[in-house]
T-cell receptor, first 114, second 111 residues
Framework: KAGVTQTPRYLIKTRGQQVTLSCSPI?????VSWYQQTPGQGLQFLFE???????NKGNFPGRFSGRQFSNSRSEMNVSTLELGDSALYLC?????????????FGSGTQLSVL | SQQGEEDPQALSIQEGENATMNCSYK?????LQWYRQNSGRGLVHLIL?????REKHSGRLRVTLDTSKKSSSLLITASRAADTASYFC???????????FGTGTSLTVIP
């Protein structure tokens, strides 16, 4: 069974640009969650999608958005990039049943904003 | 913040020693999980303990949970250099998949 795939692995952008990150979950998993990881803040929950609907949302500005497609693949978009958006963005998938869910993480996309 | 906090932030031990790290959280939970992260990579699930359980074992891992104190501990016995990683606790306390992670304990096992 293939794991969670995130692309690209590394990304360098400049302030003001926008970026789109992609996540392909494990086959059969319907829930995809996104996290931002920075050295000072640890893992911060961005949002979770289930069956193409955003089910949960963390405390991030509207510049951070996402979507999920019918095949459960998900994309995350950050507009008007700021220096503080530099981070490792992690995607995690799970079945989505909500009972003792275990998250399966991708290797992440390392975003650097210059 | 609903996040948990791990303690200590960093831990350095010799190979063969035991490593203990603690996690505190703020709200009632359904279960608590521990994850490991090797440098710059994704997290890997280690163990899940339900809110009605007090202790759980998996190989060299032992997890305890005290819901009255809102705390958990992870013990790694007979540590190996390959155990060098960051360890995070995660709690789910809302309907749906909204997990909150602690800030992590960075474990270094010296060969």
């Amino acid at each position: 069974k293939a794991g969670v795939t995130q692309t690209p692995r590394y990304l360098i952008k400049t302030r003001g640009q926008q970026v789109t990150l992609s996540c392909s979950p494990i086959s059969g998993h319907r829930s995809v969650s996104w996290y931002q990881q920075t050295p000072g803040q640890g893992l911060q929950f961005l949002f979770e999608y289930f069956s193409e609907t955003q089910r949960n949302k963390g405390n991030f500005p509207g510049r951070f958005s996402g979507r999920q497609f019918s095949n459960s693949r998900s994309e995350m978009n950050v507009s008007t990039l700021e220096l503080g958006d530099s981070a490792l963005y992690l995607c995690a998938s799970s079945p989505g049943t909500g009972y003792e869910e275990k998250l399966f993480f991708g290797s992440g996309t390392q975003l650097s904003v210059l | 913040s609903q996040q948990g906090e791990e303690d200590p932030q960093a831990l350095s031990i010799q190979e063969g020693e035991n490593a203990t790290m603690n996690c505190s959280y703020k709200t009632s939970i359904n279960n608590l999980q521990w994850y490991r992260q090797n440098s710059g990579r994704g997290l890997v699930h280690l163990i899940l303990i339900r809110s009605n359980e007090r202790e759980k074992h998996s190989g060299r891992l032992r997890v305890t949970l005290d819901t009255s104190k809102k705390s958990s501990s992870l013990l790694i016995t007979a540590s190996r250099a390959a155990d060098t990683a960051s360890y995070f606790c995660a709690t789910d306390w809302t309907p749906g998949n909204q997990f909150y992670f602690g800030t992590g304990t960075s474990l270094t096992v010296i060969p």
